[in-house]
């Protein structure tokens, strides 16, 4: 019954961590539609925050937890198997009728990538619930949560809402409704409880397999960003003045700088 209980708590806390991606469709909510200088700009935001993401979180995290060469290796993993499956989908009708858009191989790849993104974070949540040796913040039950678990959960819940922008850039710009691309963001989210309760129970295992999948992660990301979002954001800047490069270099920095200091100060 003990047992029940503490899963329930790891459960329930990758459960808010995975729930708070849907935050990031807020601002889309506040006007009806985005074109020209500002779809670049958003553009440039959603590949910053996914590189900084990669680069200053997973990749970071990866290292300090394991050997680089583990890290590197699931990188490499990661590239190759978003670049396989977005091969896979080049030639393939996914959508037909209303739902038809060249936009929807990008939307696939987005929200699948994504969805797997969001599995090492809940892993980690789960790691840290299972640090037994960190200071307790307080008890739930018979249940003692440590510092750490508490941090690392407030932590992930804060990074998730850009990463949930990140997610709802794409299936806007693609003509999806506000509520459905809500729906969408919750739902990348969903691994997070699942890492999260299997971390718990597996920690011994899970901790060695980290780095892989963080470097893994990392590389899924990395290979959106190059392939997929700073050129969609190239070819939504070509009717503006010089390409609209400067608009999505901003973006990209803002987006790059403000989710390294979300990371910085977590």
Known sequence: MLLFGELMVVFIAGLVTGLATGLGVLPFFLTEEITGRWLVVLWGIAAGVL??????????????????????????????????????????????????????RTVVLVVGVLTLHSLPEGIAVGVAFADIDAATAFVVGEFAVSTLAVSMAIAISIINVPEGLAIAIPLVASGMGRWRVVGWAVFSGLPQPIGAVGAYVLTASLR????????????????????????????????????????????????????????TLL
Do not use: N, Q, W
């Open 51 to 104: 590189l900084s993401a990669a680069s200053f979180g997973l990749l970071v995290e990866g290292a300090a937890d394991g050997e680089f060469v583990h890290v590197a290796a699931g990188c490499l993993a990661g590239v190759g198997f978003v670049y396989a499956v977005d091969r896979l989908l080049e030639d393939y009708d996914l959508f037909t009728g209303s739902d038809a858009s060249p936009d929807r």
């Open 208 to 263: 060695e397999l980290l780095p892989v999948s963080f470097g893994f992660a990392a590389g899924a990301l990395l290979y959106l960003v190059v392939a997929e979002f700073l050129p969609a954001g190239v070819t939504a800047g070509k009717a503006l003045p010089g390409g609209g490069r400067a608009e999505l270099a901003i973006g990209t920095g803002v987006g790059f700088l403000g989710m390294l200091g979300l990371l």
